[in-house]
């Protein structure tokens, strides 16, 4: 990978390793979403998908994880302006929009843990599916401060 090449480079020219790169590990876009039958509305949970390790809020089994989770959405440039509830901090989200990685991202920082240290991860903060009764899900409903 070329250095800083997410400044260069759009998203959808590319590689693979780049692409996968850009992700900040923040485990947001893992976590269980309501969406409102009324209005459409999409609401966080601060309940994790069943395959995220909260700790590393990385996902236990990435190249599998459409066989064992269906309605997970695989980010693809293509999507990235269709999802409308990817966090404001969300790098794809920013790159998308035009805008600079910031300094707590780990390809500035040259530190995957950084993304924890500035408390932009959900590494403390959720719970795993496998812990909460799907109908318990809206006792669970948060609202990220970005």
Sequence with gaps: MSQRFWETTPLHQMTADEWESVCDGCGKCCLIKLEDDEDGEV????????????????????????????????????????????????????????????????????????????????RGVVVSETQVKQEHLEDHVIHWIE
């Design 43 to 122: 609401y966080f949970t601060d309940v994790a998908c069943q395959l995220l390790d909260c700790d590393s809020c990385r996902c236990t089994n990435y190249a599998e994880r459409l066989t064992y989770v269906p309605d997970c959405i695989q980010l693809t440039p293509e999507k990235i302006g269709q999802i409308p509830w990817l966090p404001k901090t969300c790098a794809y989200r920013l790159l998308y929009e035009g805008r600079k990685l910031p300094q707590w991202h780990p390809l500035i920082s040259g530190d995957p843990a950084s993304v924890h240290r500035a408390g932009i991860s959900v």
